[in-house]
């Protein structure tokens, strides 16, 4: 088995027991990215230098004996919506397209500090709109399952990094699904925290009362140990959770005996794939098997969260979005006055969906219609949270689809953007009511794909989604499933 | 495409500062339409008296303490600046008269 093939938490044993070097783990994921990113794509920036730099810091101090953490020397990759320090992050968009930040994100600072060498920045739809890494400024990245379709979105080039074993772990960010729709379509654990949860201090905002950081992994044991890095108090957020972090490593196998489990009755699309309705029964009868209490669990307005999620999300946009005048950072149009520079540099430097989103967050706060839209909207979001409150009355988890249909193919949906938000409609509700939820692999399409199930817990539920996701990976077999990648040396099929 | 709602859609990216040339124009007006046809789908829902949630978690108001602390260097805040004067960002002349 070559290194990087290996999950994290593998690697992290390999690396105490000194059989390898935190060198050798990152060279090999670093070749990897050598052979395979030319055609996948992965990746805006890359990092080699960098990486190899903190692994041979590592390697010196495990030498010398120090205390480490189980992830130091094992590397990551980093959604480039998150800011690091002198490195390039460009949120994907032509505005930012040479934006090296002054400052590392909390959660950066986080991973520097426990020796996780930073392999690169990946690609992404431009300030995290959108769900299929079509609205990039720079490029599309590709499945690695099937390298004609879209890896998802937002946080594709993090979820292509970690399904194509470019990297072991990465890091994304999800405002209405942009973890867990990737890790759905690649076939990965994506995990989207409690709001508050994870610092959003340095994740460039879009959102900022839906964004929220979260691991892509290979199995729920490695989410669990990402998310202990990254989770936890932060004096630089001020929507930051004031709660201690549990150790979500301990007690993964808790098991799901007792775990009241309710599948989502509501068909909340008519295009769902009716193999992927099955694949959930599926588990669903699984779970029930090992003695779990299951049962269906009605979320009368399922329906209206689209709704709600495109008026909240492009107002805050639109509002975030305002700082990118060409003044202090980023692109700037030649012009003759002020007011001509700030429309040209944004007009020039924002793609057609940052625009689209403006455009309607803009109208949508704009005088004659807050009431109507945007107010309306949050007092839906209200509603949405208390029907997850009740929910949760009667279940400990909640069960469904994480897409309605696996990875589409690349331009499919590209000139629809209803149909491209479309895409998202299991994975907004969550987001509107701020509650942790996960997407995990719920086997193979007759296609070849894979498909995804998503597990939604209350607030700071976190561990319990974990020991689930744990569960369902220990029913798979060995190893985790991986896509049977055609390429050879230098990205040639 | 009604000639009031383009109107409308240029009022809006003036007010956005958002310069969209005329084919983008008719074609996000077009867009704008169709994206509000399912925003407006909450308006079936009967929202008297319901609070608005502008925050997820009930979190109170966070004080901290008022201690200076440090920031960063200004040649580091100004190192992305696309146009520089000292220490200074640089913009055009802000009156639009010649």
């Given at each position: 088995m070559k290194l990087h093939e290996n999950t994290a938490v593998v690697l992290s044993q390999l690396l105490a027991k000194k059989e390898v070097s935190a060198i050798e783990v990152t060279q090999s994921f670093l070749n990897r990215i050598g052979d395979l990113d030319p055609l996948l794509k992965a990746f805006v920036t890359l990092t080699p230098e960098f990486a190899l730099k903190t692994a041979a810091e590592v390697d010196q101090k495990r030498i010398n004996g120090k205390r480490l953490h189980p992830l130091a020397g094992v590397p990551i990759a980093i959604k480039d919506n998150i800011c690091t320090e002198g490195i390039k992050t460009t949120c994907a968009s032509r505005i930012l397209s040479n934006y090296h930040p002054p400052f590392d994100a909390t959660v950066v600072s986080s991973l520097k500090a426990i020796g996780m060498p930073l392999l690169g920045k990946t690609n992404m739809d431009e300030f995290?709109?959108?769900?299929?890494?079509?609205?990039?400024?720079?490029?599309?990245?590709?499945?690695?399952?099937?390298?004609?379709?879209?890896?998802?979105?937002?946080?594709?080039?993090?979820?292509?990094?970690?399904?194509?074993?470019?990297?072991?772990?990465?890091?994304?960010?999800?405002?209405?699904?942009?973890?867990?729709?990737?890790?759905?379509?690649?076939?990965?654990?994506?995990?989207?925290?409690?709001?508050?949860?994870?610092?959003?201090?340095?994740?460039?905002?879009?959102?900022?009362?839906?964004?929220?950081?979260?691991?892509?992994?290979?199995?729920?044991?490695?989410?669990?140990?990402?998310?202990?890095?990254?989770?936890?108090?932060?004096?630089?957020?001020?929507?930051?959770?004031?709660?201690?972090?549990?150790?979500?490593?301990?007690?993964?196998?808790?098991?799901?005996?007792?775990?009241?489990?309710?599948?989502?009755?509501?068909?909340?699309?008519?295009?769902?794939?009716?193999?992927?309705?099955?694949?959930?029964?599926?588990?669903?009868?699984?779970?029930?098997?090992?003695?779990?209490?299951?049962?269906?669990?009605?979320?009368?307005?399922?329906?209206?969260?689209?709704?709600?999620y495109y008026l909240i999300a492009p107002s805050e946009a639109s509002s975030n979005l305002g700082r990118y005048d060409g003044v202090r950072y980023g692109y700037k149009a030649e012009s003759r006055h002020l007011e001509e520079m700030f429309s040209n540099t944004r007009g020039e430097g924002f793609g057609a969906e940052v625009k689209r989103r403006i455009m309607i967050g803009t109208y949508a706060l704009s005088a004659g219609y807050y009431d109507a839209y945007y107010l309306k909207a949050m007092q839906v979001r209200t509603m949405i949270r208390r029907n997850y409150e009740k929910a949760f009355q009667s279940f400990d988890l909640i069960l469904g689809a994480a897409t309605p249909t696996p990875a589409f193919k690349i331009g499919e949906k590209s000139d629809d953007p209803l149909q491209m938000y479309l895409s998202d409609v299991c994975n907004i509700n969550d987001a509107l009511a701020g509650i942790p939820s996960i997407s995990v692999p719920a086997g193979l399409h007759s296609s070849g794909l894979p498909m995804g199930m998503q597990i939604s817990a209350p607030p700071s539920g976190e561990k319990l989604l974990l020991?689930?996701?744990?569960?369902?990976?220990?029913?798979?077999?060995?190893?985790?499933?991986?896509?049977?990648?055609?390429?050879?040396e230098g990205g040639s099929k | 495409m009604s000639e009031d709602f383009l109107k409308e859609v240029e009022h809006v990216s003036r007010l956005a500062r958002l310069n969209l040339k005329p084919d983008e124009k008719e074609k996000v007006a077009g867009q704008l339409q169709s994206i509000l046809g399912i925003a407006k789908k909450i308006q079936e829902l009967d929202t008297t008296g319901v609070e608005p949630t502008s925050h997820v978690i009930n979190l109170p108001a966070i004080l901290r303490e008022d201690v200076v602390r440090s920031s960063l260097p200004v040649d580091q805040v100004l190192l992305n600046a696309p146009k520089r004067n000292k220490n200074y960002f640089q913009v055009p002349r802000i009156t639009a008269v010649e």
């Open positions: 995290a709109m959108g769900s299929s890494t079509e609205n990039s400024a720079f490029f599309t990245s590709r499945n690695p399952w099937d390298p004609e379709r879209v890896p998802g979105g937002s946080s594709g080039g993090s979820a292509v990094a970690v399904a194509a074993g470019m990297a072991p772990l990465a890091l994304g960010s999800d405002t209405g699904g942009s973890v867990r729709q990737p890790a759905s379509f690649c076939g990965l654990i994506g995990l989207r925290p409690t709001y508050g949860r994870v610092s959003r201090y340095g994740l460039i905002a879009f959102a900022s009362s839906l964004d929220q950081i979260g691991p892509l992994a290979l199995t729920a044991e490695d989410a669990a140990l990402l998310l202990g890095a990254i989770a936890g108090y932060d004096r630089l957020d001020s929507t930051s959770l004031p709660e201690d972090v549990p150790d979500y490593s301990k007690e993964l196998g808790a098991g799901i005996k007792g775990i009241r489990i309710g599948l989502i009755g509501e068909n909340v699309d008519q295009q769902f794939d009716p193999e992927v309705n099955a694949a959930v029964k599926r588990k669903l009868t699984m779970l029930e098997q090992h003695g779990a209490v299951t049962g269906e669990v009605s979320l009368p307005l399922t329906d209206y969260g689209l709704g709600a020991a689930a996701a744990h569960f369902l990976d220990g029913q798979k077999r060995g190893v985790p499933q991986r896509p049977q990648l055609e390429i050879g | -």
